[in-house]
């Protein structure tokens, strides 16, 4: 079987979907792997590496597209170059086909087994494939550094000659994957760290890493381990406990969401405004529209003293770990495809497959 990669061409874009490790891995499973020259060189991956690996370059895109059997990205390759893959072939990375027509009929047309790994269930067994917590690791622990960066105030508490700095308080809100690394981050900073999730069990988890629950007395946990939307009450009841609780608070870093819909506004253009000067808010649901109002989508503004960033695609800003876990994720998932002897396979029974494959495929 033939595995290949080319560069990202998404704007900002700097990960990449097979490293020299996987590479390795991957020709020792039987695979031929081919990159296109460069591939790596974003997330500071020389062509050498590959080759060393046991990679062959080859100088264009398109040739590497029409000739592999699995093609391996990060973001959905433009549906020009899907048209080049091979008809038939294995397309795995975040495609998110729903989001573009075009790009969904681009994969329908070559007939492609498309695995968007954005669709893998969250069971145990697929947590080693799961990018979008690998990546959430990531984005959620630069998060706190943007914040850190931003802030005209100390993170940590310091006793000094010129006196004593008391630390900052630092608001984690949503405490999935990228919140709790934001609560650790900013705990490793030395900031007083608080956290709340609508999710009942994050309590625990906030606690687990040095956190404090801030209890707003709204819990919706929903389907699959992810929350639900919040009913107009909840939501009433969170925002006006939440707006005293502001006043006090350095800095916020955000990264509420529910599948499937824009990211909640749990950060009013009042609450942002009855901040203390100086107060921070990253936030990093910015990408599915922001958690606060006032947020615009890759900008950093300044609001009457409070500076309030909407950063995107943060795990890329990390690209070289990013891409060793994204690439280990797709090497484990691309493990499924492929029989003793290397060759491709598909096990329809096996719910990783069934349940990832875009489209849907009718059950056997
Ligand atoms: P996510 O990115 O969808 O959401 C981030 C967080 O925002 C979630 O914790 C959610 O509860 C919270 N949230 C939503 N609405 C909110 C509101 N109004 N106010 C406050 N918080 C709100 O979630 P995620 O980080 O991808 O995953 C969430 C959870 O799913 C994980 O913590 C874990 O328990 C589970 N999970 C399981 C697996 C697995 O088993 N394979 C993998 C990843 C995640």
Same mark, same amino acid.
């Given at each position: 079987v033939v595995i290949g990669s080319v560069r990202e061409t998404a704007p900002g874009e700097r990960r990449v979907a097979l490293t020299p490790e996987t590479c390795k891995k991957l020709v020792a499973a039987g695979a031929t792997v081919r990159i296109e020259r460069g591939l790596g060189l974003a997330a500071h991956q020389p062509d050498s590496a590959y080759v060393d690996a046991g990679a062959e370059l080859v100088d264009t895109a398109d040739a590497v597209l029409a000739q592999a059997d699995i093609v391996a990205c990060v973001q959905p390759p433009p549906a020009a170059a899907i048209a080049s893959i091979k008809s038939g072939a294995v397309l795995v990375g975040m495609?998110?086909?729903?989001?573009d027509a075009a790009r969904g009929e681009a994969i329908q047309a070559r007939g492609l087994v498309a695995f968007?790994?954005?669709?893998?269930?969250?069971t145990t067994r697929a947590q080693a494939m799961d990018i979008l917590s690998s990546q959430a690791g990531m984005a959620g622990y630069k998060a706190v550094l943007i914040a850190a960066q931003l802030a005209?105030?100390?993170?940590p508490m310091l006793t000094t000659a010129a006196g004593t700095i008391r630390p900052s308080k630092v608001l984690i809100i949503g405490a999935g994957v990228a919140g709790l690394q934001a609560v650790a981050t900013a705990k490793r900073l030395g900031a007083q760290v608080e956290g709340f999730d *609508?999710?009942?069990?994050t309590r625990e988890q906030i606690e687990s890493l040095g956190g404090k629950f801030l209890d707003l007395g709204v819990s919706a946990a929903g389907e699959g381990g992810y929350a639900r939307q919040l009913t107009d009450e909840e939501r009433a009841l969170q925002q006006q406990r939440l707006a005293d609780h502001?006043?006090?608070?350095? *800095?916020i870093v955000s990264t509420a969401a529910v599948p499937g819909r824009p990211a909640p506004k749990i950060i009013s253009a009042a609450m942002a405004t009855g901040m203390k000067p100086g107060s921070v808010i990253v936030d990093l649901a910015a990408e599915t529209?922001?958690?606060?109002?006032l947020t615009r989508p890759g900008e950093t503004i300044d609001h009457g003293g409070v500076t309030i960033a909407g950063p995107l695609n943060l795990a890329s800003s990390g690209a070289m770990h990013a891409s060793d876990m994204f690439a280990r994720n797709v090497f484990n998932f691309v493990s499924l495809l492929l029989d003793k002897q290397g060759a491709l396979h598909f096990d329809w029974n096996d719910e990783l497959l069934a349940k990832t494959v875009w489209p849907e495929r009718a059950a056997s």
């Open positions: 495609l998110q086909p729903q989001a968007p790994l954005e669709r893998l269930p969250r005209p105030k100390f993170f *609508v999710r009942p069990e502001l006043k006090g608070v350095d *800095v529209g922001g958690n606060c109002e």
